[in-house]
């Protein structure tokens, strides 16, 4: 009788918000306990939903393949964010098994502390968690498969969450395909790491490998070709060149033919190569000529390397500190670009996939129109606020403050990546060069034209290969990517090698979301102001010379700095006050706008969900509202 007359009163809206929060909090219980496989990804890069690229690694596991999880229950007691974990991996894990029809065989451990579980999680090297003094537990996985290869996953590690779905399969690819395809790999860059002999100590002697190597080897067996190879390895499919420069004649007349072949080129050359000097024996003055140099290759099939170009784009431009230790500042670098997904083509099996790159002083390239039997497509280009750089202002000791001051639009989009399709006749039309030995090309048989299409990828920077670009250094040891540079260069080489189902995995744990349009407003006001600024600052700085040269000089000298000209001095720091209060004022104004859009993002993300059940709560109640009127009305008229 109470529930009646209190659903009866006309004002039922504070009933209607506490019942939706009640159902709202109800529903999350119900999903918990009864509709656990129920899953809504909301996520930007659908972090949650396995891909079409892992269900089709899954259906063509042809042998079974053991996965061994091990799981301490007593680290989730120490930290809930483990047990949560667990509960995503266990998940994904048995979605897996279902998805590659029982093909993975999912075992299940507790190794409890001092336990024979335990004891099989430190044999097969899985790193422990310290639970308490002396007691410690654990959470990873081993997998192998028939042949006893064997993959693993020392420690889950919560932060590595949004990656979760790429590791698993990565172990599955690797896992059931234990002969990987081979890649040929020539560069004058030092990617295989460096040696040098005289060094005194061994940290100096050596220099590791690139972290983009690293990942290369994890896919692919890659054969590293030398500038006196003899021959192209039989059976390769692809070859990667990186900064091609000492290439002797020999060797471009075998890539030459290997293309004509039906063979396969990725080309990463650079007009200003930043990393070229990070060998032993670099020569520091050697900088000056430091662009790539396979023009006599790429030309002749239709491409275009710029030379002496690199691009700036200030809408792209990377922040970068410059001035002294004592007194640092940040400035917009406009050599080096943060090239994000809008400026990617967005239906390309690889560049769809890729989040953000980073590149270092690139050139860009032109289709020279010279062979038309060829497909030229852009893959990643610049923004219209872009300008070509004369690469002699990017060596040795740029000026990042100059560039910016100099900067004039070119009012064009920049090719940075393209691929090339199609046809292409050979560089020694008149048949093998002159070596001086008969048996140098015995087992080749020269051809003049292209046998069957073949694919080239050619990128204009190969610095963006080097780890500092593209890798953040944390003060704990911990490295974490930046842009998907890595991802790029692995995803083409299974692109160009026919090997797709993991490109789509790669760039799905990197989200990059800035605000874009609050971006180029900034940018843009920074550089309408900068310039302004440094016109004021030049004015000024002449007076100021011209006055400390009076000061010094004698009485005769001083009474050079007319009346006029203090007056005017004064009015130019007046002028430069009002300056930089109206740039503070911009400043300050885009970061209001910036803070009101992340609250608008909070509001979404935290009240949106419990907001649309209330309203939903609320029309319903007025649709049944209508419903009993109605029904009252007939009632009445009967």
Do not use: C
């Not at 990942?215 to 030398?226: A, C, G, L, T, W």
Request: charged fraction near 30%; glycine fraction near 4%.
């Amino acid at each position: 009788m109470m529930l009646k007359k209190i659903l009866n009163r006309e004002n039922k809206l504070p009933i209607i918000v506490i019942l939706a929060i009640i159902s709202f909090f109800s529903f999350n219980v119900l999903n918990k306990n009864f509709f656990k496989n129920l899953r809504f990804d909301l996520t930007s890069s659908n972090v949650y939903t396995l891909s079409p690229g892992t269900g089709a690694i899954l259906k063509s596991i042809k042998e079974p393949l053991d996965f061994k999880l091990f799981y301490t229950k007593e680290i989730g007691d120490v930290n809930p964010v483990y047990q949560n974990y667990y509960d995503r991996v266990k998940e994904i894990l048995e979605q897996y098994v279902l998805l590659s029809n029982n093909k993975i065989r999912l075992k299940i451990f507790n190794p409890k502390p001092f336990s024979n579980e335990e004891d099989k999680a430190v044999e097969y090297g899985l790193q422990g968690a310290e639970i308490m003094a002396g007691v410690y537990g654990y959470f990873g996985l081993i997998a192998t498969n028939s042949t006893d290869d064997e993959e693993k996953i020392i420690f889950f590690q919560p932060d590595r969450s949004s990656f979760l779905e790429y590791d698993l399969s990565k172990i599955v690819t690797n896992l059931a395909n234990p002969n990987r395809r081979v890649v040929g790999v020539y560069s004058d860059l030092p990617i295989f790491g460096t040696f040098n002999p005289l060094a005194k100590t061994q940290d100096a002697a050596a220099a590791p490998p690139w972290a983009v190597y690293n990942q290369m080897k994890e896919f692919f067996e890659v054969k590293r070709i030398h500038e006196k190879t003899s021959s192209i390895p039989e059976g390769l499919e692809l070859l990667m060149l990186i900064h091609p420069k000492k290439i002797p004649e020999k060797l471009l007349y075998l890539i030459d033919q290997f293309v004509l072949n039906g063979g396969k080129l990725f080309v990463l050359v650079d007009p200003n190569s930043e990393t070229e000097g990070f060998t032993p024996d670099a020569n520091p003055a050697s900088q000056t000529n430091n662009s790539s140099d396979l023009k006599v290759l790429l030309e002749n099939w239709g491409i275009d390397l710029v030379e002496n170009k690199v691009v700036g784009d200030l809408l792209s431009a990377r922040r970068v500190e410059i001035g002294s230790s004592d007194q640092p500042s940040v400035t917009d670098y406009i050599a080096w670009l943060d090239i994000k997904k809008d400026h990617m083509d967005d239906k390309h099996q690889v560049t769809s996939k890729i989040q953000r790159l980073t590149f270092a002083t690139a050139g860009y390239l032109k289709n020279n129109e010279k062979n038309k039997e060829i497909d030229f497509k852009r893959l990643v280009w610049s923004t219209t606020q872009s300008m070509k750089i004369d690469a002699s202002d990017v060596k040795l000791n740029p000026d990042p403050t100059n560039l910016l001051r100099n900067f004039v639009p070119s009012n064009e989009e920049l090719t940075l990546v393209a691929e090339i399709k199609g046809k292409f006749s050979s560089n020694f039309p008149d048949g093998p060069p002159d070596t001086g030995r008969e048996d140098d090309f015995k087992d080749i048989k020269h051809t003049n034209e292209s046998i069957k299409p073949t694919t080239l990828v050619v990128s204009s920077d190969a610095d963006m290969l080097y780890d500092e670009y593209w890798l953040k250094y944390e003060q704990s040891g911990d490295v974490t990517p930046i842009a998907n540079n890595a991802d790029f260069v692995v995803n083409f080489l299974e692109y160009l090698n026919g090997t797709e189902d993991l490109i789509g995995l790669r760039g799905k744990g990197m989200s990059s979301n800035p605000f874009i349009k609050v971006e180029k407003i900034q940018k843009e006001a920074e550089q309408k102001f900068r310039s302004k600024e440094q016109e004021l600052l030049e004015k000024l700085n002449n007076y100021q010379s011209k006055l400390e040269n009076i000061q010094e000089g004698s009485n005769e000298e001083k009474s050079l700095l007319t009346e006029n000209e203090i007056l005017e001095i004064e009015k130019f720091k007046e002028e430069m006050i009002l300056v930089r209060s109206e740039l503070r004022k911009v400043q300050n104004a885009l970061r209001k706008d910036i803070e009101k859009l992340d609250s608008i993002l909070k509001f979404f993300n935290i009240f949106f969900v419990p907001i649309l059940l209330i309203i939903i709560s609320l029309i319903l109640s007025l649709v049944e509202r209508r419903k009993r009127h109605k029904k009252h009305i007939i009632r009445e008229t009967n």
